[in-house]
């Protein structure tokens, strides 16, 4: 017992003086706490990171995300902050004191500060006196986590990327083992006029839905953020501790709290939550809409939706993902007052009008794009029906090369592909993009291409996204090819997800899976996508789950 004491002991700071007061006024932190408290429910899915600002103009999204956070039974916060006025001896620095906020004291795990100096690299400094990095985030933390001890790291702004590479097992050593939470510390695009840092925070938003932490490296610091090492050594955590992924939140300018529009230079923030579960879009800020890939509702479909249980189990599926979110798919086949009995050849696809449309109305089906392999199975005339009756149901059709409005973005879609009169490839041109430039941003592609059961783009299809993006699609969704893209891929002005697969197609191969691609809408008139795995629906396949990459014995 008394050997357990004296480890507890040892692990907080009691010996120094805390750090005083560096804000004095504890109503600005208050109210922003209230705000939070009275206009959001906590997360209740397990929260292993979130990323705040740390200016107080944005206190109201230090404390939203915070709180967002605030229902874990945490036993260790981690701060990660740059080190603003670069007072620090070493890259990276920490501290055994407590800290006084207006909110109340946050206490210091002395002992994991201590195994952190152990790597030489890490050194403790006086620096955290006049650090807002991290001084910002510490009146929120004393309401919500009071009793759960922190380990502030701040990072040089000119530290490396083999330095990043040494400190990354330091930290995940004091991660693993403890419940934790990692909060980075990091405001987004400086001294930029707002529409540069629209461009900008476009730029690190793809970057961020993509999880791609070594193109990090090649955002700009500050332009982009305000540091490269915080967002990076976060990625890098979450995916190797927890196998987690980061949901941006918010992203807004400093002009949305007041101030002249034509300011020469001002700041952006954007907050992220990290989670190894699936997030509800529903409890996430933001208009929402989702894509889905290759549907119909004839064929094998049809038997199974004429099963109670398995047409619960597809409608259960497909609304969880989409939290009832309106739903945007490549709908393949023909609607038809009744499907013959004898068809030209298997591959047609016929689907009964009135059960059709009862189920994209269940689905929330709000447009269907039409410029696939399957609308003229029937022939020009039934096309036409089908076109008129989807838009006598309120469905927005989209046929090969419109763009329609849907508010508060524009939706392209395009064949490369043609079964009637006869099967056709390699429809698409650059100049089949040509009139999408006279259109307003935001524009997104809606394409169907691609070789069956392919899952990664081939040398074309890249091409065709080019000439998407050169017309100025800034998200580029495929279908077509009924399996699912592994990832994102980016293009210089572009997301791309090359093929969506099959959201409900009669086909029982686990591997013929999908998922939706949820896009949300942001304060600063962008916006942020994820994928949504749902495995093969049809069959009742759940879908993969993928197995982290881990930190090797010895690496970095």
Request: proline share 7%; hydrophobic share 40%.
């Amino acid at each position: 017992m008394r050997a357990a004491l004296l480890v507890l002991f040892a692990s907080i700071s009691v010996g120094a003086e805390p750090f005083p007061l560096f804000y004095t006024d504890a109503k600005p932190f208050r109210e922003a706490c209230e705000a939070a408290e009275k206009g959001m429910q906590p997360l209740e899915q397990l929260v292993t990171g979130v990323t705040v600002p740390h200016h107080l103009l944005a206190v109201d999204l230090i404390a939203e995300t915070l709180w967002a956070a605030s229902q874990g039974r945490y036993e260790r916060v981690l701060i990660l902050s740059p080190d603003h006025f670069k007072r620090g001896t070493t890259p990276f620095s920490t501290t055994t004191k407590d800290f006084l906020t207006p909110l109340g004291r946050v206490r210091v795990d002395a002992g994991a500060v201590k195994e952190l100096m152990a790597e030489p690299l890490v050194s403790e400094s006086a620096l955290f006196s006049r650090e807002h990095g991290v001084q910002a985030l510490l009146p929120m933390l004393a309401r919500w986590f009071g009793d759960v001890p922190i380990v502030p790291v701040t990072l040089g702004v000119r530290s490396t990327r083999e330095e990043w590479e040494k400190l990354l097992p330091v930290l995940i050593r004091c991660v693993e083992g403890k419940k934790t939470l990692v909060v980075q510390s990091t405001d987004f695009s400086h001294y930029l006029t707002q529409a540069e840092a629209m461009k900008r925070d476009a730029e690190t938003l793809r970057v961020l839905a993509a999880g791609d932490e070594e193109a990090v490296l090649q955002l700009d610091q500050p332009g982009h953020l305000d540091s490269k090492a915080a967002q990076w050594l976060m990625m890098r955590l979450q995916r190797e501790v927890w196998g987690a992924s980061g949901i941006v939140l918010r992203n807004r300018n400093a002009i949305h709290y007041g101030g002249d529009p034509q300011e020469p230079e001002t700041t952006s923030y954007i907050t992220q939550v990290f989670s190894p579960q699936r997030l509800p879009g529903a409890a996430l800020p933001g208009k929402r809409v989702c894509f889905g890939g290759d549907t119909h509702f004839g064929r094998e479909v049809v038997v199974k939706l004429a099963k109670g249980p398995e047409a619960a189990r597809i409608e259960k599926t497909i609304l969880d993902a989409t939290g009832g979110a309106p739903l945007i798919l490549n709908l393949e086949g023909v609607m038809l007052p009744e499907v013959p009995a004898e068809l030209k050849h298997p591959f047609q696809i016929g689907m009964r009008g009135g059960l059709s449309l009862e189920w994209l109305r269940r689905l929330n089906v709000a447009a269907v794009s039409l410029a696939n392999n399957h609308s003229h199975d029937f022939g020009e005339t039934a096309c036409a029906a089908m076109k008129r009756d989807l838009q006598a149901a309120g469905i927005v059709v989209l046929e090969n090369g419109e763009v329609a409005d849907l508010g508060g973005f524009r939706l392209g879609a395009a064949t490369d592909v043609e079964n009637s009169p006869a099967p056709t490839w390699e429809l698409l041109k650059a100049s089949s993009f040509e009139p999408w430039k006279a259109v307003k941003p935001p524009l997104f592609a809606f394409l169907h291409l691609g070789t069956e059961y392919a899952a990664a783009p081939s040398i074309r299809e890249r091409q065709i996204a080019s000439w998407a993006e050169k017309a100025g699609a800034s998200l580029i969704l495929g279908a077509h090819t009924h399996r699912p893209s592994s990832g994102w891929e980016r293009g210089a002005g572009s997301l791309r997800w090359f093929s969506m697969g099959n959201l409900l197609f009669d086909q029982n191969d686990p591997r013929n899976g999908g998922g939706l691609i949820e896009l949300r809408f942001l304060d600063q008139d962008t916006w942020t996508a994820r994928w949504l795995p749902l495995g093969n629906v049809f069959a009742g396949s759940p879908a993969p789950v993928p197995t982290p990459p881990r930190l090797l014995p010895g690496r970095g």
